[in-house]
């Protein structure tokens, strides 16, 4: 009787201890094994990276470099209200610390996804020029970034993408965009000049939202440049 009970009990608990098996197989492979035979591979042809963390990849990395730029912005700076122009360093220390280890090529993880930054710029033009058709563009950025990214020239793949490139070729090519320089730089002075009246108008300190200037600075430069 008491082995006949003890039979029912493992028996009960047999389809739980099966699904976490299944469950941890599947976290373990989706997120760490598949991820890291990708990383050998890149390993085995020189591109280094920051070593990632089982499920956070190099996030906690990245918030502990971008906590120790600000602090030393802030003591730098002497105060939490000075800003910088050097957005890149501001915004993104983890990838100015990270060229400068792994140089300008290296590989990062947020998570599942083994992201490769490319900064060298004859490597990015020739993967823009040559290989977008070939290696396409990363699924999550319609999935997860659709609204904020669009569905433009940077983020679409396939048919879509020969359909803009088409598109935007003949208005783009470099010697035309070297034309529109002044353009641009017209309608940036405009956009300048009327976020200096404003912090002269509230007496030289003001607090702006650059969200519907820079749309408006956007459709400026079209306006200018195509018609």
Not at 118 to 139: F, I
Request: aromatic content about 12%; hydrophobic content about 45%.
């Amino acid at each position: 009787m008491e082995l006949l009970f003890s039979s029912q009990q493992w028996l009960a608990l047999l389809p739980p201890i099966i699904l976490c098996i299944l469950l941890f197989s599947y976290v373990y492979i989706i997120l760490w094994l598949r991820p890291e035979r990708l990383r050998q591979k890149l390993r085995s042809q020189g591109v280094r990276g920051p070593k990632p963390y089982f499920l956070f990849g190099n996030i906690p990395e990245m918030r502990r470099i971008q906590q120790l730029a600000k602090s030393a912005h802030e003591q730098e700076a002497g105060s939490t209200d000075m800003f910088s122009s050097n957005y890149v360093a501001t915004l993104f220390p983890y990838f100015l610390h990270w060229s400068r280890v792994y140089g300008s090529i290296y590989l990062y993880s947020t998570g599942s996804i083994q992201v490769l930054n490319v900064t060298d710029p004859n490597m990015v033009k020739e993967l823009a020029n040559c290989k977008s058709l070939d290696l396409g563009k990363p699924c999550y950025l319609q999935k997860e970034r659709g609204a904020l990214l669009g569905m433009g020239i940077l983020t679409s793949n396939g048919d879509l993408w020969v359909h803009q490139r088409k598109v935007i070729a003949p208005e783009l090519f470099m010697e035309r965009v070297k034309g529109m320089v002044n353009l641009m730089m017209e309608a940036a002075m405009s956009m300048l000049n009327s976020w200096k009246n404003e912090v002269e108008d509230r007496g030289g300190s003001a607090e702006i939202v650059v969200d519907e200037f820079l749309r408006t600075f956007s459709a400026d430069v079209i306006s200018r440049a195509c018609f």
